[in-house]
């Protein structure tokens, strides 16, 4: 643990080294796929999540910019903003590209964005050595991997109970990350929101205080669940 990668390692290998690893399950399952079947670039857990996400790309493709429902056919009027499914579907549209395959782009830029923000917030917090790299692990692994490891090699069985990360898939960032295209983004608008926040109360020069409500603003529009807890912050 006393090895202490430079700048470029945080700001290049790592991002990136997460944006593939989190994107390589997407392509063993296109590489598995069957013959005369299409796959549509999703992952478990949540099927009906991920194929209504794809539908909302979907309207922007056509042309929406104001969405209807996901989970219904009845009849209604658009009344729903989202603008980061809007951009996936406008990129798809202007190049007939795939939505799922441009969905993964999106995602994989995300988990980069994503750890940018960490690394920042990591380096005015003066995380160095252990506290950087146990930060490091816990922001990227949350719960950890043991219920998923298990399951790999076989050994699911041993155990009385199952692990955490298999039956709260949340808990697992990594998983989070890979498999649901809005959470790259919203951890990262939480990351860059805290650090803002204390940017602004140490009365620092600049807009911090307005880009924090700006980054409020925008987990709003995108992924509003955790957004009551930074508005207490």
């Known amino acids: 643990m006393n090895w202490k990668p430079r700048e470029p390692f945080w700001s290049v290998v ?21 013959e005369g079947y299409r796959y549509l670039w999703l992952l478990p857990p949540y099927a009906s999540d991920s194929q209504a996400y794809l539908a909302w790309a979907r309207q922007a493709y056509l042309g929406a910019f104001v ?27 202007w ?33 160095s050595g252990v506290a950087l790299w146990s930060a490091t692990l816990l922001a990227g692994f949350g719960a950890g991997l043991g219920g998923t490891l298990l399951h790999l090699l076989g050994l699911a069985t041993i155990v009385d109970h199952m692990p955490m990360d298999i039956w709260f898939i949340d808990s697992n960032t990594w998983w989070s990350l890979t498999w649901n295209a809005l959470f790259p983004y919203s951890l990262a608008l939480i990351v860059f ?21 700006l980054a409020l603003a925008l987990l709003l529009l ?3 669940y955790v957004a009551p807890l930074l508005a207490l912050l």
């Open 95 to 127: 190049g007939g590209w795939e939505l799922g395959v441009v969905q993964l782009v999106f995602k994989s830029f995300g988990v980069a964005v994503f750890w940018t923000a960490f690394r920042s917030l990591a380096r005015r917090l003066n995380f």
């Open 14 to 34: 790592w991002p990136l080294s997460w944006a593939l690893l989190t994107a390589a399950p997407y392509l063993a399952a296109w590489l598995a796929a069957p």
């Open 222 to 224: 995108m992924h509003p």
């Open 67 to 93: 969405f209807k429902l996901k989970f219904t056919s009845i009849h209604h009027a658009p009344f729903l903003v989202q603008p980061f499914f809007f951009m996936v579907g406008k990129v798809a549209s």
């Open 193 to 213: 929101f805290i650090e803002a926040l204390d940017r602004a109360s140490s009365d620092e020069k600049g807009p911090w205080a307005w880009l924090a409500g």
